[in-house]
């Protein structure tokens, strides 16, 4: 099993359990996955290597893990033959297991992903004409209960480590052959699907966080793995095509912009204060105006480089024509270089709500336009294998009715 401590995640009333920073494995060995590079100059030293070999071993390796993406120490063939071994003794390269990769009639596939100690979570690869774009998970589960939100009836399990994070991106380019130089054993099946959208031909060219889980309750672990995905000497993603989504962790978000600098895209839905509420019950604590003052403060934030604001259509919830001008009202008043993201409700078992009508969404994203905010509607992607927004979610850990109302009952009395 993995070892776990307990940390206070910012906002939430009870500490909850998270996986060290680094866990030998059963066997003894390091993942070293997920860990910057200093880190692995570091151990490598530990383990008995002199200052000048650790600092040369680290960087071969470090382009190894991350821009080659090799699983084996054995195919780094500029690395001695003799230290291979001594590598494959003490470390490893790991990856989250694949439970189960689906594959939507619209070319989204969805794979369900388990951690070392048991947990499956989930993320979504979503192709379309110009972009590829991965969507990837930063917690199992969410300590969240937005009511339309299928992965908000999980508890949250625990965080994702940054191994775990980073990880999915490089299982993406697995299973898309998307490594410098050959694809990788057993997965070129996936072949009949490459295509040409940049300049190396990638199909990944986007990361966005709003898999399972709220990325700003587990910021450091997110952080670290954003900046290996960013890291120049690996998968080096640029930190405009990543943007990161939060329902509103305000404390959180200049940290986001100075530590990280990704695209932000904050999780609306509603611009009264009675049905946020309901719908985003951490607006309790942390109101609209104030999360979008906070959002005229994120750093990096201009018009070439707008804040999404997603607006999940809920049908006679969320969706009149006054929603809609006060929406372009609430917008305008803190100066925003605003984009409006209009996400049709992606319904599942149980769901107490329902998409509002075509009509109702097209007015509704007309009202903005015309108040000179872009508004389009998403349409929605992978519903047949349940992978569209808001439908993620795991079998085993299921919240109680019950639990779920405690927690809607301390976010408020925590907001009082
Ligand atoms: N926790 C973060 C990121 C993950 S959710 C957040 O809430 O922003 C990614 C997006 O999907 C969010 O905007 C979320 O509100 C939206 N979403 C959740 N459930 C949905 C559903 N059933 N239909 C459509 N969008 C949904
Ligand atoms: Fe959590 Fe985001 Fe779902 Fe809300 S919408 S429950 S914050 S994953």
Redesign the pocket.
């Known amino acids: 099993m993995t070892q776990t401590n307990l940390m206070t995640i910012p906002g939430q009333v009870d500490p909850v359990p998270v996986a060290r920073d680094i866990t030998p494995r059963e066997d003894g060995r390091v993942d070293l996955i997920g860990l910057p590079k200093a880190r692995i100059r570091e151990l490598f030293e530990e383990a008995g290597l002199d200052a000048k070999a650790a600092k040369l071993r680290a960087k071969q390796v470090f382009h190894w893990l991350y821009h080659r993406g090799v699983t084996e120490f054995d195919a780094m063939t500029d690395i001695a033959k003799t230290m291979r071994p001594w590598l494959a003794e003490r470390f490893v390269i790991g990856r989250p297991d694949v439970v189960e990769a689906q594959h939507s009639s619209d070319g989204t596939r969805k794979w369900l992903l388990r951690t070392s100690d048991g947990h499956d979570f989930e993320m979504v690869f979503i192709p379309d004409e110009t972009r590829g774009t991965l969507c990837v998970s930063s917690q199992v589960g969410?300590t969240?209960?937005?009511t339309f939100?299928h992965?908000?009836t999980m508890r949250l399990v625990r965080n994702l480590t940054p191994g775990e994070i980073v990880g999915q991106v490089m299982l993406a380019r697995d299973a898309l052959g998307e490594w410098p130089r050959g694809t990788m054993a057993g997965l070129d099946e996936f072949d009949e699907d490459r295509g040409h959208y940049t300049a190396d031909g990638r199909l990944l060219t986007n990361i966005v966080m709003m898999g399972?889980?709220?990325p700003l309750y587990n910021f450091d672990h997110v952080r670290d793995a954003l900046n290996l995905v960013m890291d120049g000497d690996g998968l080096a993603l640029s930190k405009r095509r990543i943007t990161l989504?939060t329902?509103g962790v305000i404390p959180m978000m200049d940290r986001c912009g100075q530590e990280i600098g990704v695209n932000l895209a904050v999780?609306l839905h509603a611009v009264r204060k009675e049905v946020r509420d309901e719908i985003?019950p951490?607006n309790k604590k942390y109101g609209i105006e104030d999360l979008l003052q906070a959002c005229a403060d994120y750093p990096g934030a201009s018009n070439a480089r707008r804040i999404t604001f997603e607006y999940v259509m809920l049908k006679d919830k969320n969706d009149s024509d006054e929603d809609a001008r006060e929406l372009v009202r609430l917008l305008r008043k803190y100066d925003l270089p605003a984009k409006v993201n209009l996400i049709p409700f992606n319904p599942w078992p149980g769901a107490g709500y329902e998409c509002s009508t075509p009509e109702r969404i097209r007015a509704f994203s007309d009202i903005v336009f015309e108040g000179g905010i872009s508004a389009p509607v998403r349409t929605p992607r992978g519903r047949d294998i349940d992978a569209a927004c808001?439908q993620l979610r795991t079998a085993a850990e299921k919240k109680s009715r019950a639990q779920r109302d405690r927690e809607a009952a301390g976010t408020a009395a925590a907001a009082s």
Do not use: D, K, P, R
């Open positions: 969410c969240l209960n937005c939100c992965t908000g399972m889980g709220e989504s329902s999780s985003v951490l808001g």
